[in-house]
């Protein structure tokens, strides 16, 4: 699979373990100077990746806006060991709908998943 990290979502943990794992990865962070939500929301589409982040703009501009989208994971309130857990655990249980227009939310006790 293919990931865009959000800067707030792109610890070296997390891109550590998606490597690991073969997945193709890039990170917000990497990219340099400071790239607004609704253009790394584009890339992403653009790319064919699924966006991760802890930001819920995203899901303002999937929703709201109505804005062009693929898949969008956002992991709430989760430190980085639990964000690491949390991305395994999804990718395990839930690989399969991580495909179109799904806005992904997990918290520590659950995860939702909803189709824009």
Known sequence: MRFLLD???SSRSLVAFLRRER????????????IPDDSLLALAL?????????DKDFGELAFVHKLPHGPVVRL???TIDQQVAAVEELLRDHAGELVGRTLVVVSA???????S
Request: net charge positive.
């Open 7 to 9: 800067a707030c979502a």
């Open 46 to 54: 653009r790319e064919g990746r699924i966006l991760v982040t802890q």
């Open 23 to 34: 997945h193709d990865v890039l990170s917000a962070a990497d990219l340099g100077a400071s």
């Open 76 to 78: 709430v309130d989760m």
């Open 109 to 115: 006790d659950r995860t939702r998943i909803r189709r």
